[in-house]
């Protein structure tokens, strides 16, 4: 007898149109039931494009009853009306960023994770293993990532009034701390932060990418809610660290993307232990916390970063350990972990 997930799993191969994702990871699946040899699926749009509906109210059909006890399946496809659609921004008004396969958002509940060391290192390591890749830095307040890539001149402009990133140990990079001078702060409100993320998004030179990552600030604000509206996700990478405190925030982290339909690629637990000099391991966080809250949330586990000086002093010469010793435990474990996300997307 088929399963619930047996359904879904079959509807993974319908797309949405015009996008790369499918029904399932959008969230639209919403109602499954099987009774006296029929399959009925019901199917919530936020979009009230007909076309939309009628494509795929009969691929959906078409694949069910391919299935064992399919000959009678019946989908519903649920809509809003016109005037419920514009009242949020759904994903139906997305705008895929020109040359761009994936886009990864880099996020965590809270600050002082290593987010963005992760970030640096996950765009290197992805670089590393033949991927071309740009790197987004949304955190608009306190932007690292020019310090940690070593990158300092500003972005050009293109014959097309296109701001063209800088390159930075083969991955493309953009930040607004390529704009500002030194130490000026940035003192905006959230429309500023908005319009400035879909600037960085649609308004950049980004080129053919494989991979476009994004480092996000800590929290679920404006910078999140305006990357979710302005263009579709792939997935979404949740770092953390091992103690309750850090996994309770990671909690909140996953809700948000849950809510915007953005399918969760993992979690990677940062600073997981620390090896002493003689070789002991020392779990200064506490350990395996990262791992069973993925078990708890059922998501996958992408793997765990050991604490090492030489990742800090990566960071602060521009030089992320991926690039400077790809060969170390550390830029190993980067690399593992880019290699998984590489392949899950494929």
Same mark, same amino acid.
């Given at each position: 007898m ?6 879904k799993?079959?509807l993974?191969?319908? #797309?949405? =149109?015009?996008?790369?994702r ?14 006296? %040899?029929?399959?009925?699926? !019901? ?9 939309? !509906? ?5 691929e959906a059909?078409?694949?069910l #009853? ?10 519903e496809?649920?809509? =809003? ?15 895929? &960023? ?6 990864i ?5 809270? %600050? ?7 970030? @640096? ?11 071309? &890749?740009?790197?987004? /830095?949304? /955190? ?20 097309d ?18 704009l500002?001078? /030194?130490d ?6 959230? =429309? ?18 494989d991979?476009?990552l994004? /480092? ?14 302005? @263009? =579709?996700l ?13 996994? %309770?925030v ?28 003689? %070789? ?32 800090r ?8 350990i991926?690039?400077?010793?790809p ?14 996300l ?5």
């Open positions: 088929l399963s619930q997930d047996d359904i799993r079959a993974t191969a319908v #797309k949405y =149109p015009g996008f790369s499918d029904i399932v990871s959008f969230g639209l699946i919403k109602d499954i039931s099987t009774a006296n %040899g029929a399959i009925s699926v !019901a199917i919530q749009l936020t979009s009230p494009n007909p076309d939309a !509906a009628g494509q795929i109210k009969a059909e078409q694949i #009853k391919r299935l064992p006890g399919g000959s009678h399946a019946i989908v496809i649920r809509q =809003p009306t016109t005037g419920q659609a514009e009242t949020g921004k759904s994903f139906a008004n997305q705008t895929k &960023v020109p040359g761009v396969k994936r886009v958002a880099i996020a965590s509940g809270k %600050g002082g994770v290593g987010k963005s060391t992760c970030s @640096v290192n996950l765009a290197c390591a992805l670089n590393h293993l033949g991927a071309k &890749v740009g790197l987004l /830095d949304c /955190d608009i307040y306190g932007p690292s990532i020019p310090l940690m890539m070593g990158v300092y001149e500003r972005p050009t402009v293109s014959n009034e296109r701001l063209v990133p800088p390159i930075a140990h083969g991955v493309k990079v953009m930040s607004i701390g390529l500002l001078n /030194d000026q702060p940035v003192i905006w409100r959230g =429309p500023m932060v908005t319009k400035t993320i879909q600037q960085f998004l649609l308004a950049v030179e980004w080129g053919d990418l991979f476009l994004v /480092d996000l600030p800590p929290g679920t604000g404006d910078a999140q809610l305006s990357l979710c509206q302005t @263009v =579709p792939d997935g979404g990478v949740i770092i953390s660290t091992p103690q309750e405190a850090s996994l %309770g990671v909690r909140k982290g996953i809700s948000m993307f849950n809510k915007v339909n953005v399918p969760i690629l993992g979690i990677v637990e940062n600073m997981s232990y620390f090896t002493a000099p003689n %070789g002991d391991r020392v779990e200064i966080f506490g350990h395996g916390g990262g791992k069973e809250e993925s078990a708890r949330q059922n998501v996958p586990f992408l793997g765990e970063i050991p604490i090492f000086t030489e990742i002093e990566g960071g602060d010469r521009g030089m992320p991926v690039v400077s010793t060969n170390h435990a550390a830029g190993k474990a980067f690399i593992q972990i880019a290699d998984g590489r392949k899950k997307l494929k």
